[in-house]
């Protein structure tokens, strides 16, 4: 059935009047590392999303910048997400960030991201900082191919979810906490053995950024006798490369 000119000229003047959601990336360490068109959006933006208001404050009034936020995390964002997507049909344009690097990747995002495309909403996400694209590249370790698996479950489902990936010959990617990450690198030599290669890098981009680089073991015994600080991102050779 033929659409009418009429509603054909409803529906594009709806599209020219909504709002675009931005996935803006921010500073994983080394605030120079915020791109001038972030602050752009950031400044253009009607709305901040922030997953912690408080320390998004911080970086916003660091580049001058005094958009109204509100706050989006993982414990609200089922029930904060519909009154966004309202705002953004009505025009609005909305930016969302996280903590530190690109919102979506082990952070909030996904759930509004899927709203908006399902909404018909313009999702445009910029290039900026993930902590694990420079720990990768700098790890010494193959990068034209590998997955990212973020963190893996605390307690239920750990173990088997490293057992499946013991034959994963692509170079794999954990984050992990400093209060876990020498359990994390004991539990994967278990598995995969004390000599599998690994990087382990943390504070990326920050004053104390380091790379502790050679075997499980060799990282194992590092950590054991430096106390582990910050937040780390654990490259792991695939079984291939051993």
Do not use: W
């Not at 495309?117 to 370790?141: C, K």
């Not at 600080?229 to 792991?236: A, D, K, L, N, S």
């Amino acid at each position: 059935m033929a659409i009418s000119f009429a509603v054909l000229t409803f529906f594009r003047t709806f599209a020219a009047v909504m709002g675009i959601l931005y996935i803006v990336p921010t500073p994983v360490g080394n605030l120079e590392d915020m791109t001038l068109r972030a602050i752009r959006i950031l400044k253009e933006a009607d709305l901040v999303l922030a997953e912690d208001t408080r320390t998004t404050g911080i970086l916003l009034k660091h580049f001058d910048i005094h958009q109204h936020m509100l706050s989006h995390h993982k414990f609200n964002e089922h029930t904060a997400s519909a009154p966004v997507i309202e705002r953004l049909l009505a025009g609005q344009t909305v930016a969302l960030v996280s903590d530190a690097g690109t919102p979506g990747i082990s952070d909030p995002g996904f759930f509004l991201v899927r709203e908006a495309v399902r909404a018909g909403v313009e999702v445009q996400t910029l290039p900026g900082p993930t902590a694990f694209v420079p720990a990768l590249v700098s790890s010494g370790l193959p990068c034209d191919r590998f997955c990212f698996e973020g963190f893996l479950p605390q307690k239920k489902g750990r173990m088997s979810r490293i057992e499946a990936l013991a034959k994963e010959q692509r170079t794999m990617i954990f984050y992990e906490s400093p209060y876990r990450v020498v359990k994390l690198l004991q539990q994967l030599a278990e598995v995969m053995g004390q000599e599998r290669q690994v990087s382990v890098c943390r504070e990326i981009s920050k004053v104390h950024e380091e790379s502790v680089r050679g075997s499980l073991a060799e990282a194992i015994a590092h950590f054991t006798e430096h106390e582990p600080r910050g937040e780390f991102v654990v490259i792991v050779a695939g079984k291939e490369y051993c």
